[in-house]
């Protein structure tokens, strides 16, 4: 029993360990217990395949065009592969977060490696693919080896920017609420940062303010690289069971509500709602709305308005 | 046990046969594994160092040493993602680490244009096609689950690179208390998306 008490500390260390996350101290003595302790090797793999699939499945961003050139640089290779058809790409970003542990265990056995005649990889590109890449010209496709001197001045925010720009900026794409705000003696300032750096992104993407009937500001709505999404700033929380808000667009032209999509509100603390993008852009858009809606059905037309606002133009 | 172990195969060709096919020298398998894991590479490393540049140098950096030792890679360790993965995420870390040295000795100004940098809507850029994914929705479900103290010990050493005792002096909570809150967590994180993952819809409402 104590056995198990004692090893509680070790689990907490490889937890620390798959995380990078561990003191120099204690680290010197995980590294020493690791060898011989099977249960901790197991935590570790554990770990690191779970932040393996939270990693795998928040949004990632294409990274720019000149890295694979970049790469190929750097391994000295004659010449580059042609490229891999774009969604071939896409398939594997579904694929990969499959969960099947015997699949792998199978195909991870050395005997698995020898079935070298099954080289079935899809060459699926062809000339529109080589023009495509070099559509893109030698401005982007070249290395240099130095950045902007600029580029690195995002290292220099300070320690609880950074925590707050990342905390939000996982809040916000998993849809989390802005932290918890009671839990620490220090909450005054990370809630403060939390919404210093939150006011800043809504300040730069902000499309409309929402107002009640009381014309009290509810929240704002913002958009990101097209996409639209609501930050509640005082919108009720609906019972995520039988109601649902949805967000609307009014252009002068039409005056007809078109729906963006569906959100939910689950308290009424900040937090951004990803919602929908407006297909045929936000040009003509004069109005945003926000209705709340009985059942989960995906409405047509807004039942109740709740909020509202004017788009800036 | 299956949480997070990485299904091998896109299409008909498995990581394990990739890895294979690099040890071989073979140029084609590496543009396979970065189709395959480029986007999440580069955003892992993105993330934590806040800087599009750095997490080039990183990415680059993580399949040249792929390219160069592809064959330390031990499948009996764990799936080839994770492994992968735990490479961007240490390198980015060290990144992080070794320019946070450097920061002390910057000017104010440098530290308020950096902020300025930051704050640009490309970092809270929502990628629609995978946010509404079924992974996406389980992963942030099970995220949701966890207490929030709970989820911002892991988020601050996880995307952050913060140390046990750094996390522990930026939330102001004792060092053993940040300690169990990431193993708790971690658990609990793993429990329910094994839990979800007999869920075919996945949908957590």
């Known amino acids: 029993m104590s056995a198990v008490r004692d090893h509680s500390r070790f689990d907490e260390l490889a937890v620390g360990w798959a995380l990078y996350a561990l003191e120099p101290d204690d680290e010197q003595v995980f590294v020493k217990h690791l060898t011989g302790c099977e249960r901790c090797r197991r935590t570790v793999r554990e770990t690191q395949e779970t932040l393996a699939t939270v990693t795998l499945a928040l949004p990632c961003p294409e990274p720019p065009a000149r890295l694979l050139d970049r790469i190929y640089e750097a391994i000295g290779a004659p010449a580059r592969p042609q490229p891999i058809e774009p969604s071939a790409v896409e398939q594997s970003t579904v694929e990969q977060s499959t969960v099947e542990q015997p699949a792998v265990e199978q195909s991870a056995r050395p005997g698995a490696y020898t079935s070298r005649a099954g080289d079935t990889a899809r060459r699926t590109s062809g000339p529109a693919g080589d023009a495509a890449r070099h559509r893109r010209g030698p401005a982007t496709g070249r290395r240099d080896g130095r950045r902007p001197a600029g580029r690195s001045l995002a290292r220099r925010l300070s320690q609880l920017a950074v925590a707050a720009v990342l905390v939000i900026v996982v809040g916000g794409l998993a849809g989390w609420n802005i932290v918890s705000r009671n839990n620490y003696q220090h909450q005054e300032q990370v809630a403060a940062q939390h919404q210093v750096v939150l006011n800043d992104l809504i300040a730069q993407s902000r499309v409309a303010t929402l107002t009640d009937h009381h014309g009290k500001r509810v929240g704002d709505v913002v958009n990101q690289n097209g996409t639209l999404g609501v930050v509640s700033d005082g919108l009720p929380a609906n019972n995520r069971s039988t109601s649902t808000y949805a967000l609307w667009s009014v252009s002068a032209a039409s005056g007809t509500p078109r729906l963006v999509g569906t959100f939910d509100v689950t308290n009424a603390d900040l937090g951004v709602r990803t919602v929908g993008s407006v297909p045929s852009g936000m040009d003509h858009v004069t109005t945003m709305a926000v209705s709340k809606e009985p059942g989960r059905a995906t409405p047509t037309r807004p039942t109740t308005i709740v909020a509202s606002g004017a788009v800036r133009s | ?205």
Do not use: C
Not at chain 2, 6 to 16: I, R, S
Not at chain 2, 103 to 118: C, G, H
């Open chain 2, 1 to 205: 046990m299956a949480v997070a172990r990485q299904k091998a195969t896109h299409g008909d060709v498995t990581d394990a046969h990739l890895v294979q096919r690099l040890v071989e020298g073979d140029h084609r398998a590496l543009d396979e594994v970065y189709a395959r894991y480029a986007r999440p590479a580069f955003a892992l490393a993105r993330r934590i160092t806040v800087d599009d540049g750095f997490a080039e140098d990183v990415v680059q950096e993580v399949f040249l040493a792929l390219w160069r030792d592809a064959d330390r890679y031990d499948a009996a360790k764990g799936g080839f993602a994770s492994w992968l993965l735990s490479m961007v995420h240490h390198r980015s870390v060290d990144a992080v680490r070794r320019e946070e040295s450097m920061r002390r000795r910057r000017d104010k100004a440098a530290e308020e244009s950096a902020a300025e940098f930051a704050l640009t809507p490309e970092v809270a850029a929502v990628d629609n096609q995978v946010l509404s994914r079924l992974q996406g929705e389980r992963v942030r479900g099970a995220l949701q689950t966890l207490p929030a103290p709970q989820r911002e010990a892991l988020t601050l050493a996880y995307f952050g690179g913060y140390t046990q005792r750094e996390v522990a002096s930026l939330t102001d909570t004792p060092l053993g208390t940040v300690k169990t809150r990431m193993l708790t967590g971690m658990r609990r994180l793993r429990e329910r998306l094994q839990s979800d993952a007999f869920d075919p819809a996945g949908d957590p409402s």
